[in-house]
């Protein structure tokens, strides 16, 4: 005969097994079903933008399991390699366990914005259109790639990239790790990445685009700025403080990014952020010409045409066989020529030819319109006076009458 507490105990230990069977079955069904989802996610591509130009195909899941992606500004290891869609295959770019700062465009727009809708070890192919890749300006045999950390400069070398011309890329995130505080990295590593930075500024200010060029200046700053106790304040007499080398190397480079950005913002038509940041290099550099010859563009793009002539004077002057600077000044004097000619002439309509008639010549029959109104204008003033005069004449007498 069986104790019932032990067929009770005993139920209960089967029931819990199955019950635990019956999840297992539960969750290796959901964990089938996610895989097919996945996969047949994998076979399709996601439109990232709703506008059809920039795709995304996953070949490689990455860990989802924490459901995080890299932010702006964090330091991301990728790897990846850009083709022109259906072309011959030949490659155009190709980098493998390169860093780059997320957000800062040092690749191609295209792989920037896919970056932050991957997650760590994700591998998939996209599809650019010519806006994410090269843009109108395209790309030609021999012009620079402006790959970042490139001490060689690299060149392409294959077909002709035009404006219409799609991409297509393989990219690979491997990791990222968040952007380092900026006073804890050495100036070594500062001037580093501020050189870096102002370098893909400078592709994209050549290749056109002025706000990518702003957006990475604006970044060197970040990093460039002087910690504390370091780089001071101008002496009055414009001369910088004594630092040590070092320091001073940092200075330099972050006049010359301000120069490059004044630069940009001028193309942008910023104007009075690229005077402040012309201003900024002059106030430390007075003597720096291409600054100054910056200074005389934006002043002279503001309308202000005689404090233009000054600035480029004073470029000429700082580098007087400078022919970017000779020819700025030529047209700053030749503005100044075409405006004094300009004030001559509105002078003479307001007021009349004032010159004398040469000898010999017919004097003019009619007066001209300009001489009517004088002469019209010094009549209407004399009746005006002459009127007063008489009317306090005879007021005069009459209040004598009324005192009497």
Known sequence: MVDKSESSSFEDLASAAAHEIEEAKLAEAAAAEKERATESQNDEWQDLLGSGALLKKIIKSGDESEGLRPHRSDVCRISYEVKIKDGNGEIIEKRDQVKIYL??????????????????????????????????????????????????????????????????????????????????????ERMEIGIRRRTRGNWWYGRGEAQLAIQLYRRALDVLDESEGGITDPTPSGE?????????????????VHNNMAAAQLKAGAYDAALQAVTRVLTCQPKNAKALYRKSRILSAMGKNSEALEAARAAAAAAPEDVGARKELQRCELKATRDRSVERRLAKRMLGNVNPPKPGSTPDKKPSRAKMFVWGSLLLSLLTYTREVLEKVIEIPRMMLRED
């Open 103 to 188: 957000g800062d465009n040092e690749v191609l727009q295209g792989l920037d914005l896919a970056l932050t809708l991957m997650y760590k070890g994700e591998a998939s192919y996209l599809h650019m259109a010519p806006r994410f890749g090269y843009g109108e300006t395209g790309l030609k045999p021999g012009e620079s790639l402006g790959i970042v950390g490139d001490a060689e400069g690299l060149k392409y070398d294959g077909p002709v990239i035009e404006s219409d011309t799609w991409l297509e890329a393989k990219l690979e995130l491997l990791d990222w790790t968040e952007e380092p505080e900026h006073d804890t990295l050495s100036i070594a």
């Open 240 to 256: 910088m403080a004594s630092t040590s080398d070092a320091l001073q190397e940092l200075l330099e480079e972050r006049l010359r």
